[in-house]
């Protein structure tokens, strides 16, 4: 198997390296791996695009490039530039941090995946939950290292439709637990924290001019109970189908009703 790894965290997050080592295992003795990440962190950037300016490449080692943009921008670069082939499975990730909820909406890691399902290639997001239990460990992501090989297997089996105009991808989030306190694995729909929302703080520098920190939400506040970040923090991996397609498919009707 041929893969294509990526993440928003950038080239030389541990998250990467750990993702590394599942890809390995995943694509076989045979197999190939390819690393094309960005050249810095690009947390946050969803699935934007360097449509306006062009993305540098810099060749690190074999079948390692950093890019200097988002993740989808490597997606693109690994799979229309660098890569001789296109690749059986894109894995964007592991992030430092859940990707669960409303932070989905925000994701870089989930762009990248989004990228890859786009240009038809089966495609899944992998983001590691922090919390007290893990976040102080020497290696936070034990649970993801653990687990991560066997989670792609079953999404394999799985299967990713391909007739359809917007693909499957998915998202999967490891729960912020050491990796033997790992409770399974269960199919999750995106849910919602509520009250949790990104917020904005206002700074003064020194020379009086005004910036912003842009501000996260509590994430230790659960969704509805099944939802992926409640399951996160009972302990469980979360997978969940998604797909690019943001229609409100249950508001059509309504709509259409009123327009008529």
Known sequence: MRILITNDDGINAPGLETLHAIAMEIAGPQGEVWTVAPAFEQSGVAHCINYTKPTMIS??????????????DCVLAGINDLMPHRPDLVLS??????????NTLYSGTLGGAMEGALQGVPAIGLS????????????????????????????????????????????????????????????????????VHFGAERFTSPSGRHY??????????????????????????????MRADLTAHDALAKLEAVLR
């Open 128 to 195: 590691q939950y922090y919390g007290p239990e893990n976040r102080d460990e020497d290696d936070p992501f034990e649970a993801s290292a653990k687990h991560g090989t066997a989670v792609i297997r079953a999404i394999l089996d799985a299967g990713f439709e391909e007739d359809t105009p917007y693909p499957l991808f998915y998202n999967v989030n490891f729960p912020p637990v050491p990796a033997a306190d790992v409770k399974g694995i269960k199919a999750a729909p995106q849910g919602r924290r509520p009250g």
């Open 212 to 241: 912003l920190w842009i501000k996260g939400g509590d994430q230790r506040v659960r969704t509805a109970p099944e939802a992926d970040a409640a399951l996160n923090l009972d302990g469980f991996i979360s997978v969940t189908p």
């Open 93 to 102: 990730g592991i992030n430092r941090g859940n990707n669960s909820a409303e």
């Open 59 to 72: 060749e690190l080692g074999e079948r390692r490039f950093a890019a200097e943009g988002s993740p989808a």
